[in-house]
């Protein structure tokens, strides 16, 4: 049967609803079990029974609690203790209780009705049993009045008529399951009704909730499911449990030396002009080479015995092509010694477009069919020089951060940590060394990289157009201009320069600000994560001031500047270097502490048998230490004694103008910032009310966990992101928001680089198919090659607009 409702008992829980018709589904499955009938008995109850029955109401057995969560058994209880101990509203006065229970019974006669049982007629002649007398007073003999007519009339209808049984129904399952249903209906009603039902907070609730900043708390880490391993067939257990051959051992490539800062920023200077000389010469002699190869419709008569006009310009594009190559001979002498090496790269395919374009127009008589269409020479020469400024660009790059990273023998390492805050990484600036900088700094670039891969596979493609050209058109003569034409369109004037000149752009704008990129190895960690800023990130050493104080009391002037300055150099915050320049001025000294514990908003230890309390003023209020009226402070660190306010300290924070914009910057391109404060004023009142800080997009941990966050002793990743020499939240913003657009940067450029590749392989493979020399004329070659150029140059001006 269904339960009765209680209005007694406690709130309902969803869950409990829903697991009591759950129970209530899989109840109703089977049918009940018959009931025992039971022997029908004939009670006869006096008029005082029935009164007695009336008067008294039925005990009601109390429902059950629904089963709650073991963590909210010890709020709850709580809860109750704090309830039981208030004056109970349950138990009204007597005169008040009288009124109750006599309006509890007119309302329980106007709901149901007690029918008495029929008594016995009594047979006529029949006498009463007479009882034996006994001792006492006699019995009062009440007069009975007579009753009036129309009493006399119900009284014989009543005995005429006798009223009817009352009769019990089987249950059945549509009456267990209507039950059922039925007290669910009732739960989800006082559950509706009691569902933003709060017990009032008591004082301390509401004096901790006053008094204490909101912190913000990890979600957490959700459990993993298992995995159903399927069953695997007789076969395949056997053949798994054959031995396999081990795999061969992939070669680690060998790692270049950490090298100092200094020697590298020496190394890299050297022959830096030397370089950018060279690329000069060759950029004029490549423009010149481009304007002999523009056809120009004026007539101009020059007389060389046996030598045409084209032949000539083709002669002194040649000579431009090879002192070009000479003027870049590193570029060539790299790409040739890697393709020996079976590890080709960007000069691999820039140094064979040179040789087979040189060949090309040294052959360039030997087959008359191509009239007057001169070879690419120039489109050639203007790659190569494209390439030997990509490497001049990456050498200053490797310079500026090499300088950068030399200006301080104890830099600080930014470096990206995995699972920092809220399982998702963050960015830590820690002081540490140049360790393993140098090494990742002479790495390869992301382009050199991605060339690995798609340098061998447009050697092979090049190849095999040319001989598709040639031999596949009957007509090998065509092979040198077709192998000409497809590695020239195959070494694309961005396959070195999509690095190298975005990279130098940055490492010089963050040089200014004393930070220092680690090459692609760190550049390429960089992704969307957290950003983790500590006290000195907000307010470098000298923006926090401490020049006065004002004792309370007997305290005397250098016991408790002492006690203040020591618990706040164990907590090792913002405020540790200005109570010790207070400590010098006063000539106290910093003394033992012991049991030290650090809270929301304060800190508390002891030292020499006292008991010391530093923090702020809500803390002090919190910890029930008063403080006078008088004192008008907004920022200021109290120091109380045994319980006893001794000295209050005058805070000034001076924020730097770089820290909003920056914090404004992370925050508009979703880099979240994690205060890691441990100073007792820096909160998110302070800083969104005095210093307008978007503190709402913020994260801000708990006590605990920043400490953790900001401590120096942690672990961190062994490939810094970058190092930098100067304090201060600016450098660091700039280096992480630039690394980070450096490696979007590289990977877009490479994008374009690569698909300007094969797609000027192709056209110029289909071009060569069909003969047309005047399609691949050199005006129309270096249209298509600056095309694919173009956003390269506004990739790399991207990367430096923030």
């Not at 203040?564 to 000294?589: E, H, I, M, N, R």
């Not at 966050?709 to 660091?732: I, K, M, W, Y």
Request: include cysteine; glycine fraction near 6%.
């Amino acid at each position: 049967m269904s339960e009765r409702y209680d209005p007694q008992q406690p709130n309902y829980a969803l869950d409990d609803i829903l697991a009591e018709f759950s129970s209530t589904s899989s109840t109703t499955s089977a049918p009940p079990p018959p009931e025992e009938p039971e022997p029908e008995e004939e009670e006869i109850l006096d008029e005082e029974q029935v009164e007695e029955a009336e008067e008294e109401p039925e005990e009601e057995t109390p429902a059950q609690p629904p089963v709650q969560d073991p963590e909210k058994v010890e709020a709850i209880l709580q809860l109750k203790m704090r309830l039981e101990s208030r004056p109970d509203s349950h138990h009204p006065d007597s005169e008040e209780g009288e009124d109750s229970s006599a309006q509890e019974a007119e309302e329980g006669k106007g709901k149901a009705k007690v029918v008495p049982f029929p008594e016995k007629k009594k047979k006529q002649g029949e006498q009463a049993p007479q009882q034996p007398p006994v001792d006492g007073p006699e019995p009062v003999q009440f007069e009975k009045k007579a009753p009036t007519q129309e009493e006399g009339q119900s009284q014989d209808q009543d005995d005429q008529e006798a009223p009817p049984m009352p009769i019990i129904q089987p249950a059945t399952l549509l009456r267990h399951l209507g039950a059922r249903l039925s007290t669910l209906s009732r739960r989800a009603d006082h559950f509706a009704d009691h569902m933003y039902d709060q017990a009032e907070p008591d004082a301390e609730t509401k004096k901790v909730e006053t008094y204490l900043p909101g912190v913000d708390q990890e979600t957490p880490v959700p459990t993993p499911k298992k995995k159903k391993v399927p069953k695997l067939p007789k076969v395949l257990k056997a053949l798994s449990k054959l031995k396999r051959p081990k795999p061969a051992r992939a070669k680690v490539k060998p790692v270049p030396p950490d090298t100092k800062p200094s020697e590298l920023a020496a190394r890299y200077q050297k022959g830096l002009k030397a370089r950018r000389n060279r690329v000069i010469i060759s950029l004029v002699l490549s423009l010149l080479a481009m304007v002999l190869s523009v056809d120009i419709p004026v007539s101009i008569s020059i007389s060389v015995p046996g030598v045409s006009l084209t032949q000539l310009r083709v002669w002194i594009l040649c000579g431009l092509l090879a002192i070009v190559g000479i003027l870049c001979m590193e570029v060539l002498v790299v790409g040739i010694v890697r393709l020996c090496k079976l590890h080709p790269r960007a000069e691999s395919l820039v140094a064979l477009a040179w040789l087979f374009s040189l060949i090309d127009g040294l052959t360039f008589s030997v087959w008359p069919q191509r009239g007057e269409n001169l070879p690419c020479c120039a489109i050639t020469a203007l790659g190569l020089t494209m390439a030997m400024w990509g490497r001049y660009l990456r050498q200053q790059g490797d310079r500026f951060s090499a300088k950068a990273a030399a200006q301080t023998s104890a830099p600080y390492v930014v470096s990206l940590d995995e699972d920092k805050w809220n399982h998702r990484p963050a960015y830590s600036k820690w002081p540490g060394t140049s360790r393993g900088f140098g090494s990742q700094l002479q790495m390869e670039d992301g382009a050199q990289q991605a060339y690995a891969i798609a340098a061998p596979l447009l050697i092979v493609a090049c190849l095999l157009c040319s001989l598709l050209a040639s031999v596949g058109q009957g007509a090998g003569e065509r092979f040198v201009w077709a192998a000409a034409a497809t590695f020239t369109a195959a070494s694309s004037y961005s396959s070195l320069l999509a690095f190298a000149l975005p990279y130098k752009k940055l490492a010089s704008r963050l040089y200014k600000v004393g930070a220092a990129m680690a090459g692609w190895a760190g550049v390429q960690r960089c992704r969307h994560a957290g950003i983790v800023l500590t006290d000195g990130d907000l307010f470098p050493p000298g923006c926090i001031q401490v020049s006065q104080f004002e004792l309370f009391g007997t305290a005397k002037k250098e016991k408790t500047v002492s006690y203040a300055a020591t618990l706040l150099k164990v907590a090792d915050c913002g405020l540790t270097q200005p109570f010790y320049k207070l400590l010098q001025s006063t000539g106290a000294l910093y003394r033992e502490a012991s049991g030290v514990r650090f809270h929301e908003g304060g800190i508390t230890g002891i030292i020499h048998n006292h008991d010391i309390i530093v923090g702020t003023s809500d803390f002090m209020h919190l910890v029930d230490i008063p403080l006078p009226r008088s004192i008008r402070v907004k920022h200021a660190i109290y120091c109380a004694v045994d319980g006893k306010l001794a000295a209050m300290f005058p805070v000034t924070y001076a924020m730097p103008s770089t820290v909003r914009p920056s914090l404004s910057t992370l925050i508009g391109l979703k880099v979240t910032p994690i205060l890691a404060t441990r100073d007792p004023n820096l909160i998110p009142a302070l800083l969104s009310s005095k210093f307008k800080l978007p503190v709402d997009k913020m994260e801000f941990p708990s006590t605990d966990r920043r400490r953790e966050l900001s401590d120096a002793n942690q672990l961190h990743s062994t490939q810094p992101v970058a190092l930098l020499s100067r304090e201060g939240v600016g450098a660091f913003c700039d280096t992480v928001l630039g690394c980070r657009r450096l490696r979007w940067a590289t990977r877009l450029s490479l994008v374009f680089a690569l698909a300007g590749a094969v797609l000027g392989v192709l056209l110029t493979c289909f071009i060569a198919c069909t003969g047309s020399y005047e399609a691949l004329s050199p005006v129309n070659f270096f249209i298509f090659m600056l095309a694919w150029l173009v956003p390269e140059l506004l990739i790399a001006g991207w990367v430096n607009q923030y």
